[in-house]
């Protein structure tokens, strides 16, 4: 019987570990299939010129992705920007003073704006954000604004990623031992001061790891940033001009230019590039997560 048990539990470990090595070939067969369609468009081509010219007239050979991304860089910041404060007070908040009631109030919202469809936030911003841009926002910078710009992107998609951050740091603040807190208001701090230097001291690598995923979440939303983001080929050189990000430059173009092999392998590479940017930042969040863990041990 003991035999057997074992046998089992080996054959349960082989099997975990099997599926821990599928998930990691995934990302790797992934990376390989986009390298070897966008192929095309690197030959002739450096790496280099394509991602810093801003030349993009594809039925001329012409590939240039700085505008778009530029245009995936701002909108991504600014919703991070938008979300970070929020969602970090909102946590604090929740885990720090909010009563239990509160808390069955606040929860379910939180899990219904999360699990609403893109393409909702998408036609919110157009009905919403984008008219009180033009309207009341652009008119104090500039003689006349669509509303369709980086502002009207970032905004939606920070509303997006905001119930992922508050989740995602209420776990991490709920994971410091109650007897800290406990502590630190014996000692007479405020639950302000002990939120502040032993909560947020205690979850530093935590939080960052949260603001990384939420940056990597944001970086690929496709069809809410379609719908507001005005699609426009350039670099935006403020936040009341329009964009035009990667996804979006994949979704609105890719099923009409299949008959385009260049075009096709052109909207490889974009996904390519979307592909190493997220990462190379999940990448650097671990790199600076492991050196804060060995500064902490």
Known sequence: M???RIVKDKMAQGLMCLLTILSILFVLVMAVGLYLKSAPVLEGRSFVSLITSSEWKPMKGEFGFLPFIVGSLWVTFLAILIAFPIS????????EYARPKVRKLVFPALDILAALPSVIYGVWGMLVIVPWISSHVAPHFMDFSSGYTVLAAGIV????????LVSLFIEVFSSVPIELREASL?????????????VLRKTLAGMLAATVLAVSRAMGETIAVLMVCGCVIGIPKG??????????LIANNYGEMLSMPLYESALMFAALILFAVVLVFNLLSRIILYRIERKEA
């Open 239 to 248: 936040v009341l001009e329009p964009c035009y990000p990667i996804p979006a």
């Open 2 to 4: 003991l035999r057997g």
């Open 186 to 198: 014996a000692l007479g701090a405020t639950r302000w001061q002990t939120a502040k230097k032993v």
């Open 88 to 95: 970090l007070l909102t946590a604090i908040y929740l885990t």
């Open 157 to 164: 998609l920070g509303v997006m990623v905001l119930p992922l």
